[in-house]
């Protein structure tokens, strides 16, 4: 009686420490919630194959205003612009504000995650209710729950009644050989059939056994969350819940084998294992749960889009929490831009810049490292983080709806023998299509033509820049062809440049957008920095003033 005593004791105890643990552990991780609130993460790896899996996996089936493209993507650096922005506590929150940012909805969905975003702004107490939730599923292996609901169905074995066969035999034997312990010699021939069936479809169980353990962990922080009012408002169809409910009771003893990661449980998953292959317990109840889960995937996809949702909210709010200049950005129907303090987030004491257009494009020009391809990144970032997340880095920011579509970044391809000329003509014969189908889009381009002679380069600019600024569409262009300045002024091309100065004997750059065309450019200057020899410098001075006489005559 002692030693029984003496076990409830101990089992007391250790109740009591782990919770006492637990306790412990929530009230570190809601001071770090509270320390980090407002600061970008600190890890320094993000893992983008997992984080886009989302994306990749689930964005083409949906009707969208627009899903951004690869080359888009990689033009504008948004790998790194969604280090910066992303504040979010989950894995599922991670993938889900990844698909976001690359994927531009309608204004009015747009308006609604404002809403969201806007509780958790102003109510600190549900915040960190929510995020100590979100940290319950923070491990890398939510990366896996979208497989969940995209894996193809594997296929049924034409012998699955066998299965059911030697399980009622082995649950007979066991009932029998309480009686006659003869009987018990019958359940050796099974357990050992029945092993065989058993590692043959562990592959197919292990494959699935990430995202179903992440499956139970979602369900029970969605089921959590919607327990807010606040919350829930937001969300008037939680009917995935109860449909996916039913699924977790039949994974439990699937999942739990994920549980049993360290020496102490060895003993446990012994047993379980023993118990599984007798009956023939996982591939019974994995076949049966795949139809399940075929007959939900869509409520599972819903379950997940909920968490990724409020997460995504919650580091949005955040990131208006950072010390930084943001606003809510302006949508107008007209041609029209006007941008005040509009400054790249990645920039350390970026110079901020305005820019005014009035049912006109951009035609920018200045010196390499003057800033103007930075500005055109500048301002094509700010449109696509305020209409996919509501907020602009800028003390203002109005502008059309847009769609995003840009020609900057491209190299020689020797594998595929596809010169770099090459692969910017296809780039932009992509845009010419798209702006005969598209209206109010936003055309971004970087030094046209690099690859092909000065007077054919032109021309060809000139040529396609008119094209593409029709109808709402406003082109931003970045060039070193003062040319051009002349041939789209009256082409409602808008001139601005970027320029530097010569001080002291040093190369300063302002970064400071100016309206016009430069009135004369440095390049034979700073060579004379970099003291250049004098006959260098002579003829080319020489050589620069035949070119500016013979300027207006080359067209």
Known sequence: MNWILGLVLVLIVVYLVDIQIKKRKTKITRQTL??????????????????NRF???????????????????????????????DRTTSKIGQQYLYYKLRTIKPISELKQFEELTGIFSSNMKLRIQTQLELSKIASDKGYFLEEIFRSTESEKPGNIWLFYF????????????????????ALVPIFFINLVFHYKNKSSVQYYLNGVSQLAASYIVAKNLSTSKEISSFFPDLDFLKSAKPILSKIRFIEWEKKLDNEYTLFFWFISEMIKITFNLE???????????????????????????????????????????????????????????????????????????????????????????????????????????????????????????????????LLTNTSYYLEEVVRIKELIDISRKEDNCLFILDEL?????????????????????KKKNIVMVSTHDLELTDLLRNRNF????????????????????????????????????????????????????????????EF
């Not at 509270?34 to 984080?51: D, H, Q, R, V």
Request: charged letters at 25%; glycine letters at 4%.
């Open 34 to 51: 509270k320390e980090n609130w407002g600061k970008p993460k600190t890890e320094s790896y993000f893992n983008f194959e997992l984080i």
């Open 55 to 85: 994306f990749e996996n689930h964005g083409s089936s949906e009707k969208v205003h627009q899903k951004i493209s690869d080359n888009t993507w990689n033009d504008l650096d948004l790998n790194e612009v969604f280090k910066f922005i």
């Open 166 to 185: 030697l399980s009622t035999g082995a649950l007979m034997s066991i009932i029998l050989g309480f009686f006659d312990p003869t009987w018990f010699l």
């Open 283 to 413: 591939p019974i109840l994995f076949y049966n749960f795949q139809k399940s889960l075929k007959n939900n995937r869509a409520e599972i996809k819903k379950l997940f889009i909920f968490i990724g949702e409020i997460d995504s909210a919650i580091s949005c709010a955040s990131l208006r929490a950072d010390d930084i200049i943001s606003c809510k950005p302006k949508f107008l129907d007209e041609k029209r831009v006007n941008a005040k303090g509009i400054y790249h987030p990645l920039i350390e004491q970026c110079v901020p810049n305005d820019l005014m257009l009035d049912n006109s494009s951009l035609l920018l020009t200045g010196s390499n490292m003057s800033g103007k391809t930075t500005f055109i990144r500048t301002f094509s970032i700010n449109a696509l983080v305020g209409q996919t997340l509501n907020i602009s880095f800028a003390s203002k920011f109005e502008a059309p709806f847009f769609k995003i579509f840009s020609s900057i970044r491209f190299s020689d391809d």
């Open 449 to 469: 033509f690099k690859g092909t002679n000065t007077v054919q380069r032109i021309a060809a600019g000139k040529s396609i820049l008119s094209y593409l600024n």
């Open 494 to 553: 808008d001139l601005y440049h970027f320029s530097e100065t010569i001080e002291n004997e040093r190369l300063f750059f302002d970064h400071k957008i100016k309206p016009g065309k430069p009135k004369s450019g440095n390049a034979i200057k700073i060579l004379e920095l970099y003291d250049y020899p004098l006959e260098i410098m002579e003829n080319a001075r020489s050589l620069d003033k035949i070119a500016l006489g013979n300027e207006e005559n």
